[in-house]
């Protein structure tokens, strides 16, 4: 590949984000509750952490675990309070009862992101219909990337619509960066750069004793070797 593949990784606090960049991430999605699969983080650690590392950090806009919106209005509320917090970047994705994209939540953050780059995030592997979600938001203002193991049950599964998606690069809908994450593992990353993926998500591949402990920078530097430096 000509160019540096993306490293992202979680972050739930200052600890984790120093580790990560130390360790040659080049991204951090910072949540909080990763229980509930990651639900949005305090205005008090977005400070923190924008202090704490230069490198770009994607927070994460979702108040309750699932994939529906909820309260849209306190959504709204809190993405403006991250941004008053020095958030420039975000993640989210809401799905309606029929599993398609909800665009009048998706809408109404746009209002309040004007001007953010964000990533529409792993709904996008519970959608009815992931091709049709994707040609939706095809010109949505903000979005250049999706997070996605190509399928709600994760990468193993996921690959050959990884590839696939990956070889349709450019087309309408499909502009966006792909970047892959939901028990992903080293072993997938090759048959992934030989797909032309440029985008690699971690959590807990990042974290040698779990979730309980911090990250670790001598992991996240394995993963970046292996993607390039």
Wanted: hydrophobic letters at 50%.
């Amino acid at each position: 590949m000509s160019k540096r593949a993306v490293l992202e990784v979680i972050a739930l606090d200052v600890e984790d984000a120093v580790a990560a960049q130390a360790g040659g991430a080049d991204r951090l999605e910072l949540v909080t509750d990763m229980a509930a699969d990651g639900l949005t983080p305090s205005a008090a650690t977005v400070t923190a952490i924008r202090a704490a590392v230069d490198i770009d950090v994607r927070v994460m806009l979702r108040l309750a675990d699932g994939f529906a919106a909820g309260d849209v209005t306190a959504l709204v509320r809190t993405a403006a309070e991250l941004r008053e917090a020095g958030a420039d970047q975000f993640v989210l994705g809401f799905l309606d009862a029929d599993g398609d994209v909800d665009l009048d939540a998706v809408e109404r953050l746009a209002v309040v992101l004007h001007g953010c780059r964000w990533t529409f995030h792993r709904a996008v592997d519970n959608a009815a219909d992931r091709g049709a979600l994707r040609k939706r938001l095809a010109d949505f203002p903000g979005l250049d990337t999706y997070l996605t193991a190509g399928s709600a049950a994760g990468v193993d599964a996921g690959l050959p619509v990884l590839l696939a998606e990956a070889a349709r690069q450019g087309e309408p809908g499909y502009e966006q960066q792909l970047l892959v994450g939901g028990g992903l593992r080293l072993d997938h990353v090759p048959a992934l750069l030989d797909g032309g993926v440029d985008g690699f998500h971690i959590g807990g591949a990042a974290r040698p004793r779990g979730w309980a402990g911090p990250v670790s920078a001598d992991a996240v530097g394995e993963w970046r070797r292996v993607l390039g430096t």
